[in-house]
């Protein structure tokens, strides 16, 4: 392991070896030594040939057994919602509704004024199989403007106070893509589905610049001492971008960070293409759509009704505007990152892009989750160039309860990782933090295991589609950096390559799955410079 006692952000010489380091190279999987000189990769090879070119200052870094890989890229994330997560009510631990009546009550309690903004609540895995409710949070915080998100960013439930404040009715009519849950009085029960969160959205004030500012300098921190080197960052509002690229101008944030942005912010992109900050590691390669909602939240469009309600999912994005943004897309070669999770919001979404794409298959625009696919449009990825983006520990949740929204005939569409790869496709892997942890070490255990964190897995659950761990580290290594367009310059350690590096105390390649979520990262290396030391 690495010492403590060697100053961060060193640049210059580094030698590592003493352990298992990974390549991501199939020609040289294995290596005894990496020398790193400034900001690239020198020499990757046996130690001697590494001690004879290091210089005689190089600082020496033995793994002590430690295992040393190519930086680890969460391929979807939403940087400053991981920030936030940490800054405000954080309802990620959450098991039934009183454990969310609970946190709410406290958190109350601590700060008397204002209204309550939560997020990280999924009902999947509770007692009482249902949604939270407007009377849940009226006797958490009776009288208080209370708004708490569900973890995947799809879903409010507001308090009664929240409602009518927002002036939302039994006769409010809910927006074109979005829905508002109704209780047997007819009244809103508190529950907002996609486009109808936007009814109560000005109760809550927005985070000012500067707790973003905050937010994001703790999420890149974080991050990295996770062991994450970069990731791509989804949903970008201009003003956030432009913190960001403060914030590494300052040496105050040190991932590389590439950025799809929101359709409000995405002028720029749309207009001059993509773009590098001075700094080099903020990039914005293009703009993120999205085609439906969540499965869990029944938003995800589906080509037959969901098998335990009625309906089909919620289509967000009207085709003549998702065609008119992809057309100046295509035109300044920016990337379009679609969300979609049901099998008729992906089907809609390659006809869309093989419609925009005219027979360019190396534009490399991404579907974000690929979560339920058809068996006909599976193939269609690679045949595009479409890059399957997806979250392994999406499915280790999902799974609790997709059978009851599919219906066994459909199970077999879902998180279909080996499937993508047999046919040529490239798989991104990342997180979609906050609505996940937002943990390496979680994404490569549900892409090898496909079970739960605690070790349980159904007969339905397709433990087929599990990945080797070549596979799961190329997911989450050089499969980020190929959707980016970096390959060239990241995703293996190689000699050229930008020195980004991940190490974790054991092998993931060799230990028991279980294992795999124990491991700790000891050390993360970015352009070079060490962001993380343990």
Not at 201 to 210: F, L, R, T
């Amino acid at each position: 392991m690495a010492s403590a006692s060697l100053v961060p952000a060193f640049a210059g010489d580094i030698l590592i070896h003493g352990g298992p380091i990974h390549t991501g190279v199939a020609a040289a999987p294995t290596a005894q030594a990496v020398l790193i000189r400034d900001d690239r990769i020198a020499f990757v090879g046996d130690l001697s040939a590494a001690q004879a070119k290091a210089a005689k200052d190089a600082r020496d870094i033995d793994l002590k057994g430690a295992a040393a890989f190519p930086g680890f890229v969460d391929a979807h994330a939403h940087l400053t919602g991981i920030g936030l997560r940490e800054l405000t009510l954080n309802l990620d631990q959450t098991d039934s509704v009183e454990s969310l009546v609970a946190a709410v009550k406290a958190y109350a309690a601590a700060h008397p004024d204002g209204p309550i903004f939560g997020r990280g609540w999924i009902e999947t895995h509770w007692p009482e199989k249902r949604f939270p409710n407007r009377a849940d949070l009226d006797r958490a915080a009776p009288g208080r403007v209370v708004v708490l998100e569900r973890a995947d960013g799809h879903a409010v439930v507001a308090s009664s106070a929240a409602l009518a404040k927002a002036g939302v009715t039994q006769d409010t009519a809910a927006p074109a893509g979005g829905q508002i849950l109704k209780g047997p009085d007819g009244a809103p029960d508190g529950m907002l589905i996609d486009h109808a969160q936007s009814l109560i959205a000005a109760v809550i004030p927005p985070p000012s610049e500067g707790l973003k500012r905050q937010a994001l300098e703790k999420a890149g921190a974080l991050y990295a001492s996770r062991g994450w080197t970069g990731l791509g960052n989804m949903s970008v509002e201009a003003p956030d971008l432009a913190i960001l690229q403060g914030l590494a101008a300052e040496k105050k944030f040190s991932l590389r960070v590439d950025n799809y942005m929101d359709p409000s912010g995405a002028a720029e992109v749309l207009a001059k293409g993509p773009s590098t900050d001075a700094t080099g590691l903020i990039r914005v390669r293009g703009i993120k759509l999205y085609m439906d909602g969540a499965l869990g939240s029944r938003g995800a469009a589906l080509l037959e009704p969901y098998s335990d309600a009625e309906g089909l999912g919620l289509q967000l994005t009207p085709r003549d505007k998702g065609l008119a943004l992809m057309k100046q897309a295509k035109a300044v070669n920016a990337q379009v990152a679609m969300h979609a999770i049901g099998d008729r919001g992906n089907r809609m979404t390659l006809d869309w892009f093989e419609q925009s794409l005219a027979g360019d298959t190396a534009a490399r625009w991404r579907i974000e989750h690929a979560q339920i696919v058809a068996d006909t449009d599976v193939p269609r990825f690679a045949k595009l160039g479409v890059i399957a983006s997806m979250q392994p520990s999406h499915a280790i949740g999902d799974l609790y309860f997709a059978s009851a929204r599919l219906g066994e005939s459909r199970l077999h569409e879902g998180y279909r990782w080996k499937d993508f790869l047999d046919t040529g496709a490239v798989i991104a892997a990342g997180s979609d933090a906050p609505v996940e942890v937002g943990d390496p070490r979680i994404e490569f255990y549900a892409a090898v295991y496909r079970h739960s964190l605690t070790g349980f897995a159904n007969a339905d659950w397709h433990l087929d589609e599990a990945v080797t761990r070549d596979q799961a580290l190329r997911m989450l290594t050089w499969g980020p950096a190929y959707a980016a367009f970096a390959e060239k310059d990241r995703g293996t350690l190689e000699a050229g390559k930008k020195a980004d590096v991940t190490v974790f105390s054991k092998d993931l390649m060799t230990v028991a799955p279980p294992e795999i979520l124990k491991v700790d990262a000891v050390l993360t290396i970015v352009d070079g410079k060490v962001v993380f030391e343990k």
